[in-house]
């Protein structure tokens, strides 16, 4: 039976924004942050804490943090992939919590972080450890856990151990990502069970990806598996520099008209978040993918919600 509260973390203003090719400003990553908050999200990803020669979107990283909206509800993310980049977030001041990454595969690690997937999990647990001594939480996400631009088919007994391991140091969460988005649900269920049983009480986040139209389905399957919290990004941006074909988070107005129809409460505000899809298309020089904002919700006097304090 899935829960009736699932918590959506937003991620357009990092994976939405990191593989686009237009150069989006600070004040309009600002605008999308603070459209975000008023929509209702709590949790976001603000920016990731890369070499900038690598991902030309996360330049403005620091600046990004220097101008977030200051809200005593919302957590600030900051993705990282060493030390060097979990020093450069904690130093801002401003990122509540570290998000870390590890890779199931060896060729993706190399091609993502320089590092062997065992590398990377030692490298996650390491950020893990620094973010509890600075007083923040930190949380892992394991990359390619469904599948592999370079190696194809990830084996379900690696992630698991990968898991386990990252168990091992107590993060908040550990997030199961579909990086390329070849996941299906059966899969997704399968997976989250065997993770499940490997680290006990510590929460499980998805991250999925709509590149091949699975991208709900899987939602719903990783819910009905006992996931609690949803990655997802308003108009279905995103993608992963380093994966060739990583293309289209699932849109978070199409996660939360599926959720809000199904009585799953988000706290998130679906008239807002399509207000925001309208706003945001026009800075990205194209239609966005997400399906709800182009429909609307139904039934129409349905989705005009109330304003969320």
């Keep these: 039976m899935y829960t009736k509260t699932v918590e959506v973390v937003e991620v357009s203003p990092r994976d939405g924004l990191q593989n686009e ?15 975000a908050i008023d929509s209702g999200v709590r949790r976001i990803e603000v920016a990731s804490f890369v ?20 809200h005593d509800h919302v957590t600030y993310i900051g993705l990282v992939m060493n030390q060097r980049g979990a020093d450069r977030a904690l130093a801002t001041g401003r990122i509540d919590q570290l998000g870390a990454v590890c890779v199931a595969t060896d060729t993706f690690a190399m091609r993502n972080q320089g590092q062997t997937s065992d590398g990377s999990v030692d490298a996650a ?34 992630v698991i151990a990968m898991a386990r391991s990252l168990a091992e140091v107590e993060p908040v969460e550990i997030a199961l990502a579909d990086t390329i988005g070849v996941g299906n649900p059966a899969h997704v269920a399968r997976l989250m069970t065997g993770v499940k049983a490997a680290i006990g009480d510590i ?44 293309a289209g ?19 998130l505000n679906l008239t807002k978040l ?32 109330k304003e969320i304090a």
Excluded at 134 to 153: R, V
Excluded at 205 to 215: D, E, I, Y
Excluded at 281 to 299: E, H, N, R, T
């Design 21 to 35: 090719k237009i150069e989006v400003l600070t004040r309009d990553k600002i605008g999308l942050i603070s459209r």
């Design 51 to 70: 070499n900038p020669r690598a991902v030309p979107q996360m330049a403005d990283a620091d600046d990004v943090c220097a101008a977030l909206p200051e």
């Design 125 to 158: 647990k390491a950020i893990i450890a620094s973010a509890k001594a600075a007083g923040k939480t930190a949380q892992a996400t394991i990359a390619a856990s469904f599948g592999c631009p370079f190696e194809g088919e990830v084996q379900e007994a690696r």
């Design 203 to 246: 929460p499980i986040r998805v991250h999925l990806h709509n590149t091949r139209g699975t991208g709900l389905a899987n939602v719903w399957a990783a819910i009905e598996a006992g996931a609690a919290t949803i990655d997802a990004s308003i108009g279905g941006l995103g993608g992963c520099p380093f994966a060739p074909g990583a």
């Design 249 to 267: 988070n699932v849109a978070t107005e199409d996660v939360q008209y599926m959720l809000q129809r199904a009585g799953i409460e988000t706290g």
């Design 274 to 305: 399509i207000e925001t899809n309208h706003w945001l298309s026009p800075i990205m020089g194209k239609q966005l993918p997400a399906m709800v904002a182009k429909s609307g919700g139904f039934p129409a006097a349905q989705s005009q919600e």
